[in-house]
């Protein structure tokens, strides 16, 4: 029951209903239970896993705050930490360690067919969150099992995030809620703006990054286009995505977290990564980076690098080291496989050494003379940065290292921009679609490009559309719907959400 099928619309629907008609001390109830429905429906027997981490970090943040010696509490926690992750680790990562040892030792041992749970990676990482929150004393223990259930398992969310905060989250999904007709307005607008990032811009760029990567060595030529496609459809996909989670969430009366905030107008990657699933990312910020920082193995780190290499690198040194460190999680946890490593490294090391050097860059634009309020310095910071991110995209998408150096020593090498009308679109694989296709990704890329200068610019475009008459907002809302099937591809064809298994 993927976000764009028409059950999961019809359940939506059927969800939001019910909700509104029962009383409001029993709507969390509904919830927890349109939540288990949604997840059985879709994973079955895997909702063990879902009930393991729900109860064992319930129990575990009980018996922490309730524990006054902390040798225990430490105990407690690390438990269900190592019992949580372990569980992630072994499903996702038990086959990458068997294909190393194979490789390493020349053996034959054989890969195991692991079943993923639904949403186990923003499950777990939600639920470890809250467990931590716990144990530090910045939040008190849910004293609810089945309250503390429906915050792990919030259907909207538990597909692809946003990675929740239980301070912010859990109060409104326990709250009364009302029917109101412009928030309900602005859900369905929101809604729709995310179906369509995903249909007209994700799911038609889907059959050129597919053709483009699949068979990059047929296409030695298109390797700049093949990245650029798919930082287009990853966009479109998880934003798309994300907009429609968000929008369902507001049917409810609940206000998500924001994981996307205009990320292509980043002027740094380390900005990008506080635009691009922000939530992830200030997740690793709050409970892998400042753990690190802090540690006591990384003060001791701190003093023998100034002995070294003295007060200003010292300075600087760690938190490099610790950036780093959270981007190889990063990497570790968007696939089991060595592109990600390599890709989260990549991010690591850039911001890192940028943060190392970042007196330098200062020094060389005074000497330069680029002004703070420099709009072509702005301009190529955005252009560098775009740069960069989509080098990391390489990694993302190809299916090993060595075609993602490939590609992009082809994406520099080669340019035969005249084969994509080469390349089959649409369910029959005809080219007769071919042109259409780049003309509406071109035509999406457009309208969102336009919409999210607007956005950066500071404007509450959604606020603006519903200030104009209604029957404006109408005529909006169903063009919008008709260009949907017009411009996209059939979800049966493309499938669902590219993070829907996370």
């Known amino acids: 029951m993927s976000l764009n099928s028409l059950l999961f619309i019809l359940f939506v629907v059927l969800a939001v209903t ?18 288990y429905m949604y997840y059985l429906a879709n994973s079955r027997g ?19 705050e309730r524990e006054a010696d902390d040798k225990r509490r430490r105990l407690i926690m690390l438990a269900v930490l190592i019992l949580n992750f372990g569980i992630l680790g072994v499903l996702k990562y038990t086959n990458f360690i068997i294909f190393n040892i194979n490789g390493i030792t020349r053996g034959s041992i054989s890969f195991v067919d692991f079943a993923l749970p639904l949403g186990i990676s923003f499950y777990t990482f939600q639920s470890m969150g809250y467990l931590l ?74 059959y050129f990054v597919n053709a483009l990567f699949d068979e990059y060595q047929s296409y030695p030529g298109l390797a700049i286009f093949a990245v650029l496609m798919y930082s287009l459809q990853l966009y479109g996909d998880f934003s798309g995505g994300i907009d429609v989670v968000v929008g369902i969430g507001m ?8 994981n ?25 910020k709050d409970y892998v980076f400042y753990p690190i920082s802090l540690s006591g193995w990384m003060r001791s780190f701190k003093k023998m690098s100034k002995n070294v290499f003295g007060k200003k690198i010292a300075r600087t040194l760690p938190i490099a080291v610790a950036n780093v460190i959270v981007f190889l ?36 634009r005074k000497k330069l003379k680029i002004g703070k309020d420099s709009k072509p310095f702005y301009l190529f910071q955005i252009v560098r940065t775009f740069l960069l991110v989509n080098i ?46 780049l003309g509406i990704i071109l035509f999406g890329t457009l309208v969102v490009f336009c919409v999210s200068l607007v956005k950066e610019r500071g404007t509450d475009l959604a606020g603006f559309i519903m200030e104009k008459p209604f029957i404006f907002r109408i005529a909006l809302y169903l063009i919008i719907l008709m260009m949907l099937p017009a411009l996209g591809q059939p979800p049966a064809i493309t499938g669902g959400f590219i993070y829907a298994q996370f």
């Open 260 to 284: 996307f905030r205009q990320p292509y107008f980043a002027v740094s990657i380390s900005d990008f990564w506080h635009r691009w699933h922000i939530t992830l990312g200030t997740w690793m």
């Open 18 to 35: 019910v909700y509104y008609l029962i009383p409001g001390k029993y709507q969390w109830c509904w919830l927890l239970a349109a939540s």
């Open 329 to 364: 999680v990063v990497g570790v946890w968007h696939g089991a496989a060595w592109k990600y490593i390599v890709y989260g490294l990549y991010n690591g090391l850039i911001i890192g050494i940028s943060g190392m050097l970042a007196d330098n860059f200062r020094d060389m």
């Open 133 to 206: 929150d716990v144990y530090w004393k910045r939040q008190e223990a849910e004293k609810n099992l089945f309250k503390f259930a429906l915050f792990v398992s919030f259907f909207p969310q538990i597909l692809q995030g946003p990675i929740a905060r239980y301070s912010r989250l859990a109060g409104q999904l326990y709250a009364s809620h009302r029917a109101d007709a412009a928030r309900i307005e602005r859900a369905i607008l929101r809604i729709l703006w995310g179906f369509f990032k995903k249909m007209v811009i994700a799911d038609n760029a889907l």
């Open 251 to 258: 049917l409810f009366g609940i206000e998500m977290d924001e």
């Open 46 to 64: 895997l909702v063990i896993f879902l009930i393991a981490a729900t109860v064992t970090t319930f129990f575990g943040a009980r018996f922490i």
């Open 392 to 437: 990391s995209w390489f990694f993302d998408r190809a299916d090993t290292v060595g075609q993602a150096f490939s590609m992009m020593k082809n994406a520099v090498t080669c340019f035969t921009p005249a084969e994509l009308l080469t390349i089959p679109v649409g369910p029959g694989g005809s080219t007769n679609f071919t042109l259409i296709a």
